[in-house]
């Protein structure tokens, strides 16, 4: 994927990229934890920053909003939070801690990009619960012990040992209770909620999911570019408020500055506190939610959708000009243009 110029219509000035935005507000979020520490680790396992920049794990790295876990293959992390909730990131496994907005408050999104995260959460007394994702389904918790599994053609797997979770995808959802597991085709409604016997093997599991893929690439792509389609139709949703209250805000600090250097202070006061510093807090509340979601699509793009070409490139490396093949291509190059009309425009290099 190429790298591409930011644009600076998700950007708090031209040549601020959009992350820089957060600190630029200053606005502390509140609620469930939004932080993470590595309290263990072993093999290979690397930190993506929100700001781009990738560096080795170690004891007492701090996870943010915006960063990912990476691992490889000897890789594991355990991750602490205050309250008591761990989290442990498996083996071949991308984790990302994010922040969006959603029925008046801000969420904490723990999402199992690719491979397989444990969690154990202590009681969420008086916060907003974090909400647990896949590229295909999201869950809510209560107090609960349980694995999420990603596969490489966007289908995931809940399995819960402890507590209850709720796991939704395509507008239905399913509860699962204690050694109950379910699994979530990408694009489609959760599955049958079956009996939970012993964990699972993610790499035989992963590896089925691969053939699965391959009997039939074109309507598995298809499946995944209906995910696509949710995060771009989400995104275009919020962008244009973002950039509504971007522009509201602006044009009060303008007003803002004209009554400082008149000496107005208690004029200044009055609109520092009646507009500017709600209009800060929604404004940070929509760019939170744009980043949620435009990095959402790219980590499908990236970890899914590249994926599947990659195996289906390497099965027909022989016979490229293979009719299945091609539809294939055909198909994929059609999902990846809308990908790239609709998000790249709002990306910034370090996030690819």
């Known amino acids: 994927m190429k790298r591409v110029v930011q644009s600076s219509r998700l950007s708090a000035r031209p040549g601020v ?57 000897d890789g594991v992390v355990q991750l602490d939070q205050t309250g008591g909730s761990q989290i442990t990131v498996q083996a071949n496994s991308v984790f990302t801690l994010q922040k969006r907005y959603q029925d008046s408050n801000q969420q904490t999104v723990m999402t199992t990009v690719l491979g397989a995260v444990s969690y154990r959460f202590a009681k969420l ?25 990603a596969a490489s053609d966007g289908t995931s797997r809940y399995e819960v040992t402890e507590g209850m979770v709720e796991v939704s995808s395509a507008g239905q959802s ?40 391959s009997q039939n690439p074109v309507a598995a792509l298809d499946a995944v570019g209906k995910q696509m389609d949710t995060f771009i139709a989400e995104f275009d949703k919020i962008e244009p408020v973002y950039v509504r209250l971007k522009s509201e805000l602006d044009t009060n600090r303008a007003e803002l500055k004209k009554l400082f250097d008149e000496g107005k202070k208690d004029e200044v006061q009055k609109l520092n506190s009646d507009k500017i510093r709600p209009l800060e807090i929604e404004t940070t509340n929509a760019i939170l939610t744009v980043r949620y979601w435009a990095l959402s699509a790219l980590s499908l793009r990236k970890y899914v959708m590249g994926r599947m070409f990659l195996i289906n490139t390497l099965k027909h490396i022989r016979n490229l000009d293979d009719t299945n093949y091609k539809a294939f291509v055909d198909h994929f190059t059609k999902l990846d243009r809308s990908f790239r009309a609709a998000i790249v425009p709002s990306l910034v290099p370090l996030d690819i």
């Open 17 to 73: 990229p959009t992350f820089v935005l957060f600190f630029l507000l200053g606005i502390a979020a509140t609620g469930f934890s939004q932080q993470a520490e590595v309290t263990y680790f072993q093999g290979t396992a690397n930190l993506k920053s929100g700001s781009g920049s990738l560096t080795p794990v170690d004891f007492g790295t701090t996870m943010n909003a915006g960063d990912s876990i990476v691992t490889g293959n």
């Open 125 to 149: 007394a008086g916060s907003p619960e974090p909400a647990i994702a896949t590229m295909s389904s999201v869950a809510g918790i209560r107090g609960t012990v349980f694995t999420v599994y």
């Open 174 to 213: 399913v509860d699962l209770t204690q050694n109950q597991a379910v699994e979530v085709a990408a694009g489609a409604v959760p599955g049958k909620v079956e009996a939970l016997h012993g964990s699972l093997d993610y790499s035989k599991w992963n590896s089925q999911k691969e053939q699965d893929f």
